[in-house]
């Protein structure tokens, strides 16, 4: 298997913007990772993708090698803005889209704010209505810990990248030579090497503050029939982890799809929250994108 090989860039501004690109086409779409992540997130993705005009993945602000402002510069509404200010660097009038976990509700939020810039987006496992009574304790239980072990390694140093993989894998005693290189790239990229060893490139005040924002301001089903763009909605069987609930049930999926203009889906059989993006999942979430791609 050959690594994805991204030409960098960034978006100039009051926060740097750094990206990945893959393609040199006048359209490429626009990709966002999820709450603690980078845009090696889309390794795999990218390599199956067949859009001849590739895929630009941002690191969001406070993630990655992107500018880290300091608390109360981050929320949805931010990121939607710094969405549009990457497709005017782009040079793109009207952008699809692709959004994993946070990245969904980001993608959301630039339609719904900007719908004349969004012509279509790829949900994957994110995105869905805000409840507008009280949500359910077991769901809400579920993704609280999920999050809380991925803000936990954000505090953390650790004294070499592998020790950093014994985190996610404990026990397993594994190396960045056991991984498949997609998966070794995005723990390398995910590092950055500091006083005693290395420590997560991720800004933990953003993570919080942009969950409380998911939280609190994400559109609710009444809002997301205001987005007039196809969507396309790929989700997980499994959640956060292994024999976990998904993250979107078979009814939070029926409330979307009676909200938006739902063209596609796909379920993954036998892949959680993080594998969708890795391994043979991520040849379905490329065709996907192409997919929805022919209808805008």
Not at 170 to 197: C, F, S
Not at 264 to 280: C, I, P, V
Not at 281 to 296: G, M, W
Request: aromatic share 8%; glycine share 10%; with cysteine.
């Amino acid at each position: 298997m050959e690594l994805t090989s991204w030409n960098t860039g960034s978006v100039p501004g009051d926060v740097r913007l750094a990206f990945g690109r893959v393609g040199e086409g006048p359209e490429p779409v626009l990709a966002l990772h999820g709450i603690t992540a980078q845009h090696r997130t889309f390794n795999a993705p990218a390599r199956y993708l067949k859009h001849p005009d590739g895929i630009v993945a941002l690191d969001l602000r406070g993630r990655g090698d992107s500018g880290k402002p300091s608390p109360g510069n981050y929320r949805l509404e931010r990121h939607a803005r710094d969405v549009v200010r990457t497709l005017d660097h782009l040079d793109v009038e009207r952008g699809v889209l692709v959004g994993h976990s946070m990245g969904a509700f980001v993608a959301l939020h630039a339609a719904l704010l900007y719908p004349d810039r969004v012509g279509g987006l790829v949900l994957l496992d994110g995105g869905w209505p805000r409840p507008e009574e009280e949500p359910d304790e077991e769901e809400a239980a579920a993704i609280a810990e999920g999050l809380e072990r991925a803000y936990r390694r954000l505090d953390m140093v650790f004294e070499t990248p592998d020790d950093y993989l014994d985190f996610w894998f404990p026990g397993q005693n594994l190396t960045l030579e056991d991984l498949p290189p997609d998966l070794a790239d995005y723990y390398l990229y995910d590092l950055e090497k500091v006083d005693g060893g290395y420590a997560p490139k991720a800004f933990r005040e953003a993570a919080e503050e942009d969950g409380d924002s998911v939280s609190s301001e994400s559109p609710t089903a009444g809002a997301l029939r205001g987005i007039g763009c196809p969507v396309a909605l790929v989700r997980a069987e499994e959640g956060f982890f292994p024999g976990s609930r998904p993250l979107i049930s078979d009814e939070t999926r029926d409330v979307m799809a009676g909200a938006l203009d739902l063209r596609l889906e796909y379920r993954l059989q036998g892949a959680n929250h993080y594998t969708m993006m890795f391994f043979e999942s991520a040849r379905q979430v490329a065709a996907t994108i192409d997919d929805l791609l022919r209808q805008t």
